[in-house]
């Protein structure tokens, strides 16, 4: 990874052998267990991280509470302008910053300068929403009175995000937080340490520039116990939460239990309904891209295709050889399409899965496998699979964090698919692949898709920062990045004036004295 530049980049994120520091400035250093982060590039230890103690995670929530009195009073546009510089410096860093993802995270460096690129179009996205923290105006039905609503800042946002998008995810909050008038705590994956070390000394940088108080950017690093002590804490008003299923449940019961607010991106199980109108050439790209991108590892990677039986043995042809095309390797190398698995673990559950899915009844068409030799000494890179199944399989209903793509086949019309595509327990994202009006309508209405992302003529995964991310049922329901997911960075208030001298009450109830 050398060849690439990879000493530089870290040396120009300044990342350390041994990196302390749990808020900006680093006034605070946490001075717990250290954390080894190992490359799934080349399993190589690229750094190691010191993490937070308790003790350091109070010091930590006395610096955000601080920081909070001090940025509530600042202007919404003049958050904004802070991260402006916040988005300047990205630009700066794109090259830099994507390239630690790839080679800490694994993702090819084109998807890593695509995450970097996410972070910066949040900044832009925030900027212009610093001016536009809009509430309504309500006509008041008592005569001389004004009601109106305002959005005031909440306070501290904690982030728990995951190791697959290792700067996006903060970024798509803090940004957002920040306009909002909010301070964040960050704990990154246990996986990831370093990209979160890196955003830190960027954000780092523009506080120090505009003498605002460290606060506003703290970061903690440890595993899920750190995380407890924030998601328990009745400070932190909004925890934003992605990961598993399984860790979200466990997050919202221990939020609601102290009556905060969650928001949740958890798994997915997306799939691509291909009808017999659809473009076939369209479509090899989208479903490829989206089983194998990030080596399956996004949560709207694709992990079904529902193929109408008419075009099943077509659609199937050209998969098999596409993924007969693909290259499997060392990331930074841009002639790769698809990286290593995060960790060893990851490499077990993809072997997991398809064993699981021949127990089951599938059949697998494109054989898996872990690559061993010459490039490939982590252990981590395997090969893309292919399996054809049934949507009833246990396995097929669990979202398996790896390139596996299930092949469904289905008879008769949309809805038929429709019912399958619904048939599963997450709902983040869909597609279906058409060229009729009356499919495609029909998969975005309210007998559609039940998923919070559904699209037409374009895969799973790649969404825009624009619109509002998440999805329902047990992918939790939140809303984070654009539209108005901005809403749930603040409290909402509603005011009621009266201007006359006398005092009339609501629903004309009589109460003289
Ligand atoms: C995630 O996998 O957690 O839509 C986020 C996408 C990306 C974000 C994925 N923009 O695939």
Aim: glycine share 12%.
């Amino acid at each position: 990874a050398e060849q690439f530049g990879k000493n530089e980049a870290l040396y120009q994120l300044g990342i350390k052998p041994i990196n302390a520091g749990t808020s900006t400035g680093n006034t605070h250093f946490s001075s717990g267990e250290t954390l080894d982060s190992y490359s799934p590039v080349d399993g190589k230890l690229i750094a190691s991280v010191t993490t937070t103690t308790p003790e350091e995670y109070e010091k930590v929530m006395q610096s955000a509470t601080e920081a909070f009195k001090i940025v509530r009073l600042i202007p919404a546009p003049q958050r904004g302008e802070i991260v402006r510089q916040f988005g300047d410096k990205l630009r700066k860093n794109k090259e830099a910053l994507g390239k630690l993802v790839s080679y800490e995270m694994g993702k090819s460096l084109q998807e890593g300068y695509g995450e970097v690129q996410e972070m910066i179009d949040i900044c832009d996205f925030a900027v212009g929403l610093s001016r536009q923290l809009h509430g309504l105006t309500m006509h008041s039905e008592r005569p001389g009175h004004r009601m109106y609503e305002q959005y005031h800042p909440l306070g501290i946002v904690g982030i728990i995000s995951a190791f697959n998008f290792p700067v996006a995810v903060w970024a798509w909050n803090t940004a957002l937080a920040w306009i909002c008038g909010d301070v964040c705590v960050w704990k990154p994956s246990e996986k990831t340490p370093l990209c979160g070390i890196a955003c830190q000394n960027i954000i780092g940088q523009v506080i120090k520039e505009n003498n605002l108080p460290e606060g506003i950017s703290c970061l903690i690093n440890g595993d899920y116990k750190i995380g407890e002590l924030m998601t328990a804490d009745k400070r932190i008003p909004l925890i934003s939460a992605t990961g598993s299923t399984r860790m979200g449940k466990i997050v919202a019961q221990t939020v609601a239990a102290r009556l905060g607010k969650s928001l949740l991106e958890l798994g997915g199980n997306n799939a691509i309904i291909v009808t017999p109108d659809a473009d076939i050439k369209m479509t090899v790209i989208g479903a490829v891209f989206g089983a194998v991108g990030t080596a399956g590892q996004r949560c709207t990677s694709t992990r079904r295709l529902i193929i109408h039986e008419s075009i099943y043995d077509k659609v199937k042809e050209a998969l098999v050889s596409a993924y007969g095309q693909l290259k499997i390797g060392n990331p930074l190398d841009e002639s790769n399409h698809v990286g290593p698995l995060i960790d060893a673990h990851a490499v077990k559950m993809y072997a997991l899965a398809l064993d699981r899915v021949e127990e089951q009844g599938g059949k697998i068409i494109v054989e898996g496998g872990v690559i061993t030799g010459a490039g490939y000494e982590s252990g981590c890179y395997v090969k893309p699979a292919i399996a054809e199944a049934q949507n009833s399989f246990d396995i097929v209903q669990h979202e398996t964090f790896a390139p596996v793509l299930y092949l469904l086949k289905y008879s008769g019309s949309v809805e038929h698919a429709i019912a399958i595509q619904n048939g599963v327990g997450q709902g983040l994202s869909s597609a279906i692949m058409t060229n009729n009006l009356r499919e495609a309508e029909l998969f975005l209405s309210v007998v559609g898709s039940d998923c919070g992302i559904s699209n037409v003529n374009i895969g799973t995964s790649g969404a825009e920062i624009g619109g509002a991310f998440g999805g329902e049922k047990d992918t939790g329901g939140g809303r984070e990045s654009g539209s108005d997911a901005w809403k749930v960075y603040m409290r909402r208030q509603t005011n009621t004036i009266n201007y006359t001298t006398s005092l009339p009450l609501a629903q004309g109830i009589k109460f003289d004295l």
